[in-house]
């Protein structure tokens, strides 16, 4: 368990930097202790092996804090949920036998709730001192870690991780990006977002370190690149585009900076600007809470296929489950070690989605070889204009690339004749509205998309994997057609 792994670094090298927490240097051999001072409190709520926990994310100032409780949960067999504040009436609360938030936080209907202050928190750092009781047994079958689904065009499901998935993910990460203990990995979302927690412990693991802050802007960000010889990061195309174009005339770009992006499809454009002011490497990767790491695509300036990993099988099938030939669009369907094999509390979905030992993603696709897939977007998300099926992130991006604006979602809603139009809603816009709407016009022309309209929105709705939430787009935009 990671516990173990940090101990072997603290053993070894118990001054080497564990931890950066806005400014304050953590070694590994403070971190054990704080993690053996966690364990204690932990264990002093009495949940059995086996239970849950649902934790709040308390901020950047706890960001810490919040990790030392998962991995002493973790250490106990204990079940973790992160969850943030806004999120407190999700199922997860309610059906946890304990929910932890700060002073500020409510129950949310949950079986039990404790509060953790900052004298608890205080309290808890002073015992570091304490004995390190025993871990509880370990097995590669128990609970772990719950997840969310960004469910961002119908109800988000709960997904349960044992400890063999969670290693075999934290594994693939290592693999992945070679990760060693030279690795200086900078924090830039909370534990919730399932990407950014399992890669910091795989830093951990690997003995290099982990970089926490408050970057609520995108300066914050930039500075902490800088500042702290960053060698990894993780960002939502939408976030990596607000950091390029704040990036100061001056900007020294890092010697060796690796950036993965997660969440949504991130243009060729993005891309190259990418790579020419930011980063050394950029690793997208196509991936989902029930099968990490499916596919990824390296430093490519073009919109091509993503390479398929070496323990994914991966196939394109019609509406009848039946693979089709390669070069043919269809449903994407996964196979590998370590997916999950059904949703904790959707039985309907789990019956739709995980069928004869195959994960049905929701997306369309294309194998143009057994390694090589072209992801066109999601079934329930393509725009369907005239019998021509159009993924809306191709069109996101073209505006993006060219309309000079801050953000851009794209839906469809059907008119009063049922016809489904192309709506094209933007934030962040310097032109007026007559601009805007032929700098889209253009940029868009030759598509064939028949009428479409602009509408301007003070934000796009977007989850904090920095997805589309298509559904409240949809709302959004269907608002816009009554009022016009």
């Not at 390190?132 to 065009?153: C, V, Y």
């Not at 390296?298 to 390669?326: H, L």
Request: charged fraction near 20%; include cysteine; charge should be neutral.
């Amino acid at each position: 368990m990671t516990a173990d792994y940090i101990a072997f670094h603290a053993s070894g090298r118990p001054d080497a930097i564990a931890v950066l927490e806005r400014g304050r240097e953590v070694t590994y051999a403070q971190f054990i202790r704080d993690i053996r001072a966690f364990t204690n409190a932990a264990r002093g709520f009495g949940l059995p092996r086996g239970s849950s926990v649902a934790i709040e994310w308390g901020g950047w100032s706890r960001a810490y804090s919040h990790w030392l409780l998962l991995i002493a949960f973790e250490r106990l067999g204990v079940v973790t949920a992160t969850y943030l504040r806004h999120d407190r009436s999700a199922p997860m609360l309610a059906d946890a036998d304990l929910v932890l938030s700060d002073p500020q936080g409510e129950s949310g209907g949950a079986k039990r709730h404790q509060t953790i202050s900052d004298e608890w928190l205080r309290g808890v750092f002073a015992s570091s001192d304490a004995e390190m009781m025993a871990p509880a047994p370990k097995e590669p079958g128990d609970p772990l870690r719950i997840l969310r689904t960004s469910g961002t065009t119908g109800n988000p499901k709960r997904v349960l991780l044992t400890r063999q998935m969670i290693d075999t993910r934290v594994n693939r990460w290592i693999w992945s990006l070679g990760i060693t203990r030279a690795a200086r990995y900078l924090v830039t979302a909370p534990f919730s977002v399932t990407a950014i927690y399992n890669l910091a412990t795989a830093v951990a693991r690997s003995g290099g370190t982990v970089v926490f802050g408050a970057f609520d802007s995108e300066g914050g960000i930039t500075q902490a690149l800088a500042t702290h010889a960053i060698s990894h990061v993780v960002l939502n195309p939408i976030r990596l585009q607000r950091i390029l174009d704040s990036l100061p005339e001056d900007f020294v770009k890092p010697a060796s900076l690796t950036l993965c992006t997660i969440g949504a499809a991130t243009a060729a454009s993005l891309r190259q600007r990418a790579l020419a002011r930011l980063a050394s490497e950029v690793v997208v990767y196509y991936s989902s809470n029930e099968i990490s790491f499916i596919a990824e695509t390296r430093s490519s300036g073009s919109d091509g296929p993503y390479s398929v990993f070496p323990w994914v099988r991966a196939e394109i099938v019609d509406d009848t489950d039946q693979p089709v030939p390669p070069g043919t669009l269809g449903h994407i369907r996964l196979q590998a070690d370590g997916m999950a094999a059904a949703y904790a509390d959707d039985r309907e979905a789990t019956a739709a989605l995980f069928r004869n030992g195959w994960f049905y993603s929701g997306d369309m696709g294309i194998l143009d070889g057994p390694r090589l897939l072209r992801v066109v977007g999601r079934n329930d998300e393509l725009l369907n204009i005239g019998g021509q099926k159009i993924a809306p992130s191709t069109l996101e991006g073209l505006v993006l690339e060219h309309a000079g604006v801050g953000d851009v979602g794209v839906c469809s809603v059907r008119n009063a004749d049922g016809i489904e139009e192309v709506y094209v809603a933007l934030s962040g816009a310097s032109r007026n509205d007559q601009e805007l709407a032929e700098q889209v016009a253009r940029t868009l022309a030759g598509r064939n998309l028949g009428n479409f309209y602009v509408v301007k929105l003070n934000a796009i709705p977007r989850n904090e994997n920095g997805k589309i939430e298509r559904g409240a787009l949809k709302e959004l935009m269907v608002r816009s057609q009554r009022a016009g």
